[in-house]
């Protein structure tokens, strides 16, 4: 499975990337601060799984404006939602769900358990 941790918080980001690889059997193919950068990774790599905060300090597309990009562009890629805002904020107003694409959110202060969790669940879902 490869994933991508996207966020504007590097310290979050890289903190993230450490937890994961020592505490479970996954790695991580790359750490992003912007969604520039993230663009450009989903359009160079095949990625399964984005781990992804949801707002973006001084950029015109949030994390969430992706989620949401991709979801109406039937995109392969899973989202996992790294948030500080409550679930209301994330939820398609018509339908009250979040999008398709996000396997689950957590909000900060990150449960680290449940985003290991949350990756067993990104894996069965893409192996079927």
Known sequence: MKILIAD?????ANLTKRYIETNSKYKIFDVVTS????????EEENIDVIISD???????????DII???EEEKRKEKFILITGTE????????TRELP?????YL????DWNMLIELLQKAEEEING
Request: with cysteine.
């Open 107 to 110: 909000k900060k202060p990150i």
């Open 54 to 64: 949801d707002m973006r300090k001084n950029e015109n597309i949030s994390g969430m």
């Open 68 to 70: 949401v990009k991709c």
């Open 87 to 94: 679930r209301s904020f994330l939820v398609n107003r018509e």
């Open 8 to 12: 504007d918080y590097s310290e979050l």
């Open 35 to 42: 969604s520039a950068d993230q663009l450009r990774v989903m």
């Open 100 to 104: 398709s694409n996000v396997i689950g």
